[in-house]
């Protein structure tokens, strides 16, 4: 019988599932082939049953049609005891493509992915290119497929057994698959439901999120399995003996050919009268027919057959020669027997891997290894794929499975599958192979850096267990010194991260007081500095300010752990409110030539500090390069965990504070879309969470921060200093959706908190700010007094904006000539700083106090400016109010001409380099032409278009530049008027 006759007798009263694969295969290539440009959609097909039912018969005529209709094919299987191999089915998939190429292909192919996900598809990378998390891993894979899938469209991806399928390639597989549908990409997938892992569990969901369901195939009906057994029998089969193999086999294909051929083995004639000799010999092969087949091919086929189920995907013809203890001319006859007895697939040639003609035969003669043999036989398995140069990690499959006999050889392929595994991005299978080597066991003198090992595979996802590990760790009697330290650097790690600031502290201490090297010393005492920095309840603040503060005096900044120490110097000082010029000066000396966020031995919470700095001392610009490099570092490294949410959301804030609140809200949805991946109620999501409430106050959206708030309301906060504070943002938005008491309430525990730890920085915490307002209609007195301490700690710390905003504030809670002045001062700091939005806010308020005092003009000239800045923040309410006060003034809105995101004019220019080398504005209204307040609106423009204020300038513009030529004589072409009240806004 031909293997043709063979797939159509198999695919018997499959005409419904064949309509459903010609349906998504014409809807994939469109109704015109000729056609390229035509509609072609993708989407997910998928067929379940129980093994043997058919799906890869099915399956395989799906390829071949596809193929006939010119699709690009891409197929994998899974394989039940590859299900630890991390990738196994997605290298399946890729690996033939690019086993055909070299690697300034597979650069090509990868793009700057290439150093993140050519690990984990099987290429060997040069060089350490640190450990990708898995997020990145799967981005990566996203984009490999996306751009396979356009270049080589249409594509079908064909994944059998899926049920099998390792848990790295399943947890890629499920969250790609939606996007299928958006692509010229086909996935078609069979799996036994019975048979699916919690791993898999997802594979089953996938069509029903396109509106349609799995297919499931069912066994074949008494009419079907008479047309196979009259096929192979001859038509002679009666219906009696055909109808008792349909009730032998419950009508499942695979159990219906294996049968006949049996009994055409057995020269049984299909009729009646032998239905009791057909019954014993189903019976009997049920019991031991398999292994009695395998007997009496020899010893010979047993070893190769055994050596075939133990190596699985690496059962190359010498490997499983080598495994057998045969030749390779023995091994070639043996195969051709087990193939001819139907117990092997026909063998492919070459070097490719030997088959199972099913995998139930593969399950059944895996099983029938006697216990021991099968153990030894892993081991020579392990032994074999090391000398033919397939890694560690192939290797680890298989020594997983050995008995734990204290190898030193064990212990070392297993750590170095681990670091494999860690570097194609698959810290769940390293983890395997450690918790292995530690159970083998290793020397006494090994055992702490395999817990140490062990204990960062955990880090990213399982915090808890790396605390233990790491714990356990440091008990360990043969401790060397720097091993100690990166045990205890990365346990005070897992406790930060997890929350648990007060223990984090606790071990840098402990170790700190035991070390012997100054240097090791001076490490642990920054870690020690930063942690207790971090913790939402430490209460000797002063105390630990004052010692920072007289040990930084003493650093020259030469060693990193020097830096970090003036770093989170340079943080202190900012977040209790020293002078910014004294907080800037430690942060440049800890910045230096930079400072890595990805640095695996340092940490990134420091660069974030340092930051944070630059962006509340008015120097915005200079923080958002920061957290772009930051974003750039995290990318290239495949780091797309919290590492990235914080980048990626704190920029958002960057953008907030300058005003640009459209950016600032989209940058903290994706900040919190990447942290929601890491897990919820993060230091990272919750930073997210407050950038987002705080954006969408601003934009005038308070019925939706009120509802997004909600959302998270049942949440635990961390206890760690976040930024922004999210108990102030929740006291802002009770202010914002004039719920006064509650806002008082909480502003007012926010101010005990702040205060009892020194933080009296109204720049860095505002809670003054919102709770004097909140107690403006209540208690008024007590509502300035507020206010006023607020604007003296915004002059101790100096910055303009700090002042502006707190000035503001009090002119909000101050009546009469006072209120006047007040928010005219304010108007001029802000207008020296690069906060646009609270300029914006600041011109609107002023321009309403004018008009109510009966000044049109000057209100008008405020209010003008006031609705230019918020329309370019997007603030809509105060774009609203703005509209109304020029309404009330008798005034129409301006037509709006300048865009504070848009490059410097040549006025712009030419004044901002005099200002960054010193020149006061009289100077330059001398030597311009210009009234010194025209300067000083080219200067406000300049500090809002960099992000900066005028202490920041030479930093981003250079000191070293000559003086620029003298700019034209006339500058009302550059310097917009104040708009006439005919200007209509478009």
Same mark, same amino acid.
């Given at each position: ?418 670091? %494999?595994?860690?570097?194609?991005? *698959?810290?769940? /299978? @390293? !983890?395997?192979?450690? $918790? &292995? ?5 290793? +020397? ?58 007060? %223990?984090?502290?606790?071990?840098? *201490?402990?170790? /700190? @007081? !035991?070390?012997?090297? $100054? &240097? ?5 005492? +920054? ?460």
């Amino acid at each position: 019988m031909s293997r043709q006759s063979r797939a159509r007798r198999t695919l018997l009263e499959r005409e419904l599932e064949l309509g459903a694969v010609d349906g998504v295969l014409t809807e994939l290539c469109g109704t015109d082939p000729n056609d390229p440009a035509g509609t072609r959609t993708g989407g997910v097909i998928a067929f379940e049953g129980p093994g043997g039912v058919g799906k890869t018969a099915l399956l395989g005529e799906m390829r071949r049609r596809a193929a006939a209709r010119g699709c690009t094919v891409l197929s994998a299987r899974g394989g039940e005891h590859e299900q630890g191999a991390a990738f196994h089915v997605v290298r399946q998939l890729f690996q033939p493509v690019l086993a055909a190429t070299g690697e300034d292909e597979h650069r090509r192919i990868l793009g700057s992915w290439y150093d993140i996900v050519a690990p984990a598809v099987g290429l060997v990378v040069s060089g350490d290119g640190g450990s990708p998390d898995p997020q990145g891993v799967r981005d990566g894979l996203d984009w490999l497929v996306t751009r396979f899938a356009v270049e080589h469209a249409p594509v079908v991806m064909i994944l059998d057994d899926v049920h099998w399928g390792d848990t790295e390639s399943l947890d890629w597989l499920t969250r790609f698959a939606p996007r299928a549908v958006a692509l010229p990409l086909l996935l078609a997938i069979g799996y036994r439901p019975e048979d699916l892992t919690a791993d898999a569990a997802g594979i089953r969901g996938l069509t029903e999120r396109q509106g349609s369901r799995p297919h499931a195939l069912a066994p074949l009906t008494p009419s079907g399995v008479g047309r196979i057994v009259r096929d192979v029998l001859g038509h002679e089969a009666d219906e009696a003996f055909c109808r008792e193999c349909w009730a032998m086999t419950g009508g499942n294909p695979w159990e219906v050919v294996e049968l006949t051929a049996k009994i055409r083995d057995r020269e049984l004639k299909p009729q009646s009268e032998n239905l009791v000799a057909l019954r014993e010999l189903v019976s009997s092969a049920k019991d031991s027919g398999l292994n009695d087949r395998l007997t009496r091919l020899g010893t010979a086929a047993v070893r190769l057959a055994w050596a075939v189920a133990v190596l699985g995907i690496e059962a190359t013809p010498t490997l499983t020669a080598n495994v057998a203890g045969l030749s390779e001319t023995e091994a070639t006859d043996v195969v051709a027997r087990l193939a001819h007895a139907r117990i092997l697939a026909p063998p492919r040639g070459g070097t490719q891997p030997l088959e199972y003609l099913h995998p139930l035969i593969a399950t059944a003669v895996y099983q029938a290894i006697p216990g021991a043999l099968r153990v030894a036989m892993h081991g020579q398995a392990a032994t074999v794929v090391l000398a033919a140069g397939l890694g560690s990690a192939a290797a680890g499959r298989h020594l997983l499975e050995m008995h734990p006999e204290g190898d030193p050889w064990v212990v070392r392929h297993l750590r170095a599958a681990a670091r %494999e595994y860690l570097r194609a991005g *698959a810290p769940g /299978a @390293g !983890r395997r192979c450690l $918790a &292995r080597a530690l159970r083998e066991p290793p +020397a006494l003198e090994e055992r702490a850096a395999v817990l140490y090992e062990l204990g960062c595979s955990a880090q990213l996802t399982e915090p808890a267990v790396t605390v233990n590990h790491l714990r356990a760790a440091l008990e360990e009697p043969a401790l060397g010194a720097e091993l100690r330290e990166a045990i205890t650097y990365r346990l005070a790690q897992a406790y930060g991260h997890s929350g648990r600031m007060e %223990e984090a502290a606790q071990v840098v *201490a402990a170790e /700190a @007081g !035991r070390a012997t090297s $100054a &240097r090791t010393r001076l490490r642990m005492q +920054a870690e020690q500095f930063m942690w207790n920095m971090f913790r939402a309840d430490e209460k000797e603040s002063p105390a630990r300010s004052r010692r920072l503060a007289r040990l930084a005096d003493h650093l020259t900044g030469r060693g990193m752990a020097e830096r970090y120490l003036l770093g989170l110097r340079a943080w202190d000082a900012m977040t209790r409110g020293e002078p910014a010029a004294t907080a800037l000066h430690y942060a440049e000396e800890a910045l230096r030539d930079g400072l890595s966020w990805t640095d695996d031995d340092w940490g990134f919470e420091v660069p974030i500090l340092v930051a944070l700095i630059f962006l509340h001392c008015d120097q915005p610009g200079r923080a958002e390069e920061l957290f772009n490099k930051g974003i750039a570092e995290c990318e290239r490294k495949g780091w797309r965990g919290s590492h990235l949410a914080f980048s990626i959301t704190l920029l958002g804030y960057a953008r907030y504070r300058r005003g640009a609140l459209a950016e600032a809200e989209e940058l903290a949805r994706e900040g919190m879309r990447i942290a929601d991946l890491v897990g919820s109620s993060t230091p990272a999501h919750w930073t997210a969470v407050g950038t987002l409430i705080a954006t969408l106050i601003s934009r005038g959206r308070v019925r939706e921060a009120q509802e997004f708030a909600a959302g998270h309301g049942g949440e635990t906060l961390p206890q760690a200093t976040l930024c922004p504070d999210v108990p102030v943002v929740r006291g802002e938005l009770s202010l914002a959706a004039n719920m006064h008491r509650e806002a008082r309430e909480q502003l007012t525990a926010v101010g005990r908190r702040m205060d009892g730890r020194g933080m009296r920085n109204p720049a860095w915490c505002p809670w003054q700010l919102h709770l004097s307002q909140a107690l403006a209609l209540t208690e008024p007195r007590q509502a300035a007094e507020v206010a006023d301490d607020a604007v003296r700690r915004a002059r101790q710390f100096g910055t303009h904006s700090a002042i502006g905003r707190a000035l503001h504030t009090a002119a909000t809670v101050t009546q009469g000539p006072e209120r006047i002045k007040l928010l005219a001062e304010s108007v001029g700091h802000l207008e020296r700083s690069p906060s646009a939005y609270d300029l914006a806010v600041a011109l609107v308020e002023h321009g309403a106090a004018l008009r109510r005092i009966g000044l049109p003009q000057e209100a008008g000239d405020r209010l003008y400016r006031g609705l230019e800045g918020a329309v370019q923040c997007r603030a809509d309410a105060l774009v609203a109010r703005a509209r109304d006060e020029l309404s009330a003034a008798g005034l129409r809105p301006m037509q709006l001409r300048v865009d504070h995101t848009s490059p410097l004019t040549s006025q712009e220019q030419t004044v901002a380099e005099w200002a960054a080398q010193g020149w006061p504005d009289e100077r330059i209204s001398e030597e311009t032409g210009l009234a010194e307040r025209d300067v000083a609106r080219l200067l406000s423009g300049v500090y809002r278009k960099v992000g900066t204020d005028r202490t920041g300038l030479a930093k981003l513009l250079g000191r070293a530049r000559r003086p620029p030529a003298a700019p034209p004589t006339s500058p009302a072409t550059e310097i917009p008027a104040t708009p006439t009240p005919a200007t209509e806004d478009r």
